[in-house]
């Protein structure tokens, strides 16, 4: 992950209001979706998907649970997803130990389950991989959902054994990386990362209640 705190949680925006600004998505030259907090001058199927809470009307209150193409984007409320990736979520939470209810979550909140996510700071795929972290855990393809999952997973295999299975510090770290978590010892006092620790704990504690097989 990216110490800039955009990277990491950027697609969850389109789910969770921002606190600044609009969220946009076009169509790049490559013919992929990207999301962008940035207002492209040249772009295809230019859209506005939020406009964050300053900018909303009826202010943050009225945002945070604005609806999103039908799904609320109240993520206390929000529907869980079982369906989607069901067989490659199973197969890496057997081949790495890691709870499947924690990488359906981190899916859930990364990327809202779109293999084509990209963040305008690189991060690419359903676990919204960083090229750097997608390197180190040996994923050629982060468009490919099984890669994607195994590498996002193998890191979660690594933040689970460094930080004691701690589902809050693994998350936070998730966010703005471990070397920030070890700094403060514990979660990082960014907003974005407090946040987004709240939304994964959240849907974890949700998907665990739910949890089949």
């Not at 030259?29 to 230019?46: C, F, I, M, Q, S």
């Not at 998907?49 to 984007?73: F, I, L, M, W």
Request: glycine content about 8%.
């Amino acid at each position: 992950m990216h110490k800039k705190l955009i990277a990491s949680g950027l697609i969850s925006l389109l789910l969770f209001a921002p606190v600044d600004g609009a969220i946009y998505k076009y169509v790049n030259e490559d013919g992929r979706v990207v999301y962008t907090n940035v207002k492209p001058h040249r772009a295809k199927k230019l859209e506005t998907v939020e406009r964050g809470c300053r900018t909303a009307p009826g202010g943050c209150k009225v945002a945070q649970t604005r609806k999103y193409k039908g799904v609320s984007s109240d993520w206390r409320n929000m529907p869980l997803r079982w369906e989607p990736y069901a067989d490659e979520i199973s197969a890496a939470a057997k081949e790495h130990g890691v709870d499947p209810a924690l990488i359906r979550s981190i899916v859930h909140a990364e990327s809202a389950f779109d293999p084509k996510a990209v963040s305008t700071a690189g991060a690419q795929g359903l676990m919204q991989l960083m090229p750097a972290t997608a390197k180190r855990f040996g994923v050629q393809d982060s468009f490919d959902p099984v890669q994607n999952i195994n590498g996002g997973v193998t890191y979660l295999k690594v933040l689970s054994k460094m930080f004691n299975n701690d589902i809050k510090l693994v998350s936070a770290a998730y966010n703005a990386g471990e070397g920030a978590v070890r700094k403060y010892k514990g979660i990082p006092p960014y907003g974005e990362t407090e946040t987004y620790v709240k939304r994964v704990t959240n849907l974890y504690k949700r998907y665990v209640k739910g949890q089949r097989g």
